[in-house]
């Protein structure tokens, strides 16, 4: 496992833990945090003893927003060169499941990160927003694209152009969000659902996901193509003869994730 400055990095019981850890400015994504977090994910993906992978932040935030002391004197040339959003673009090759547990301020490049979970449970007191228009600026690491899959286009202009943050309630109410619990006990429910995820066979849980992010790209026609395949694969796996013969044998089955 690397070495990391700006979060913390737990694995125990099938599960791998990000922390976001700048609390003092409310976790700001500096680029070298965000390169943190997408190796630790990296790192949990090709370590076989992880199942399922939790994300949450130190403080009164997740994270408000990428670092605008950072950013605030950028320009497009620089943006080109630094490709920054390619560490981004690696989040969406995480195989195992992502599950965000979110608190107090979730805004700006913190609310993309949120909305690069699989599954996010939210404590009441979370606060979703994209702030970037009272910067002058716009979401860039796909806060549009992503918002406006999940809720649709005419709710989602409304939140991106006033730049007001939302409830927990309210990402609720627009499947923004999975849960919504008591900030005291956000961690344990997320764990709750983790460790119930982490029992079940890795392979179909892996091929699940990546058959639902079609869902969001392809056409129904392509996607239950691509569906097919991935369940045929699933047939040549030790975890489907294991399945089905203790199905047969009225007994538990023993996943191994081969
Ligand atoms: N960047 C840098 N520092 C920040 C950020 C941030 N996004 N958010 C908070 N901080 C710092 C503050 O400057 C302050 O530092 P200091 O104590 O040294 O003055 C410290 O965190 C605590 O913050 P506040 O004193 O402001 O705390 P309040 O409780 O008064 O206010 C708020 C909390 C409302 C969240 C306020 O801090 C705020 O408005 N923050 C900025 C929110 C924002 O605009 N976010 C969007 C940023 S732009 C963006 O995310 C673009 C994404 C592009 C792609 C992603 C690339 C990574």
Redesign the pocket.
């Known amino acids: 496992m690397s070495n990391f400055q700006y979060i913390n990095v737990l694995s125990r019981n099938s599960i791998g833990y990000i922390n976001l850890n700048r609390p ?3 976790n ?4 070298s945090m ?1 390169r943190e977090i997408v190796n630790a994910m990296e790192d949990f993906d090709q370590n076989d003893e992880i199942k399922v992978i939790i994300m949450s932040g130190e403080g ?2 997740f ?9 605030a004197e950028d320009d497009p040339v620089r943006f080109e060169l630094l490709n ?2 390619k560490d ?1 673009d690696r989040i969406a090759l995480i195989k195992k499941p992502i599950i965000g547990a979110v608190h107090g ?1 979730t ?7 949120a909305l690069c979970c699989d599954i996010l449970f939210a404590a009441e007191n979370a606060q979703f ?4 228009i ?2 002058g ?5 796909g ?1 549009t694209q992503r918002l406006t899959k999940l809720m649709g286009k005419t709710k989602a202009l409304e939140w991106l152009w006033l730049g007001e943050p939302m409830s927990a309630k309210e990402a609720l109410h627009y499947g923004v969000v999975n849960r919504l619990v008591a900030p005291e006990i956000l961690l344990e429910e997320t764990v709750r659902f983790a460790e119930k995820i982490a029992m079940q066979p890795p392979l179909s849980l892996r091929l699940i996901k990546e058959a639902v992010q079609k869902a969001v790209d392809y056409s129904l026609y392509e996607g239950m193509q691509f569906e097919r395949k991935n369940f045929y694969l699933l047939f040549s796996s030790q975890d489907q003869k294991e399945g089905m013969k203790a199905f047969i044998e009225k007994r538990k089955p023993n996943f191994e994730g081969k």
């Open positions: 003092k400015v409310l700001a994504l500096s680029r965000v009164r935030a994270a408000a927003g990428a670092d605008i002391d950072e950013m920054q959003f981004w301020f805004l700006g490049g913190g609310f993309e990160l927003g994209f702030p970037e009272k910067l600026v716009m979401p860039g690491a806060g």
